[in-house]
């Protein structure tokens, strides 16, 4: 709240008055009883009494004993005094930390903002990342080529299951090569990534609900690859799968399991929930006879 009263007051002090909002109605209405703004003639509009500055400007003293200081050292940064939202930066620009290579999000935020999960309004000298780590499995010699030469991620799997690259490990790659796959299944449950009995040519990819960044990279670094998506058989998984289609360029294709009218009889799905989005013909599969196995 406190920073919200700030950017208020120097609003105040600076344009001589202020509008009308949700979030701060609570203060307008304890400036009022202070007689320090009376209501203009213009809608949702208060204004500053001119008596009432040196009240206002003593609060600010007392709120941040700096604020001038403050204010301009915003201003310098590029950012407005008058969002609350950017005091939280007066931290950051006070070090202005710089760090070279990368910086996590959150690790960036925290030493410019209010805290880690504020997000900073500097920017930073490093690359910023998410630090999302890649999990997959490939049974062809996909290579991945790196500053210190090239990973073979058809033998990684085979020696530890499965196959991991981290944002930054994939931000300093330098693409992929080798044996590429035909075919990448991304799939959204922990199970079909360990557990799917892949054909020859194959690469399936770990792509959790919409955290599906960086399995995105992956697939349009092997353009040529067909691709299909094994998610939730739902309105929500065919969202997902449509944005995934789009960010890749590839024709929507929805992996529909051989058992999948097996398990809709013996459970009595329900097609209704689905209506929505049976003009995408991959997931009338589900509901209807025609299916679509794995190659």
């Given amino acids: 709240m406190s920073d919200l009263e700030v950017s208020l007051l120097v609003r105040l002090v600076e344009t001589g008055q202020c509008k009308d909002a949700k979030r701060s109605a609570a203060l307008l209405h304890r400036f009022r009883q202070a007689k320090w703004i009376e209501l203009s003639t213009r809608a949702n509009t208060w204004l500053l009494r001119p008596e009432a500055i040196d009240a206002i400007t003593k609060r600010l003293d007392q709120l941040r004993p700096d604020w001038r200081a403050d204010i301009l050292l915003l201003r ?42 504020v997000p900073s309004r500097l920017q930073a000298s490093a690359t910023v990342t998410d630090d999302w780590s890649l999990r997959g499995r490939v049974n062809c010699a996909t290579l991945l080529a790196t500053q210190n030469g090239e990973v073979n991620l058809g033998e990684m799997t085979a020696a530890l299951t499965e ?10 790659a330098d693409g992929i090569r080798g044996e590429l796959p ?12 360990v557990d799917l009995h892949l054909p020859p040519s194959t690469m399936v990819l770990y792509s959790q609900g919409t955290a599906y960044k960086a399995a995105i990279e992956l697939l349009n670094a092997i353009p040529n690859a067909q691709w299909m998506h094994f998610g939730d058989l739902d309105p929500a998984g065919v969202t997902i799968a449509k944005r995934m289609a789009r960010l890749t360029h590839r024709p929507l294709r929805i992996y529909v399991p051989s058992f999948a009218m097996e398990c809709r009889d013996e459970y009595n799905v329900d097609p209704t929930p689905y209506e929505p989005a049976r003009d995408h013909q991959s997931l009338v599969e589900f509901l209807f006879p025609e299916l679509m196995p794995l190659p």
Wanted: proline letters at 6%; charged letters at 15%.
């Fill in 163 to 172: 196959f991991s690259i981290p944002d930054r490990g994939w931000r300093l």
């Fill in 76 to 117: 310098q940064g590029g950012l407005d005094p008058l969002d609350p939202n950017s005091l939280a930066a007066v931290v950051g620009l006070r070090s202005t930390p710089r760090v070279a290579g990368f910086v996590h999000r959150k690790t960036w935020n925290a030493a410019t903002a209010a805290g880690s999960k």
């Fill in 182 to 193: 035909n075919l990448i299944l991304t799939v959204e449950n922990i199970g079909a990534l």
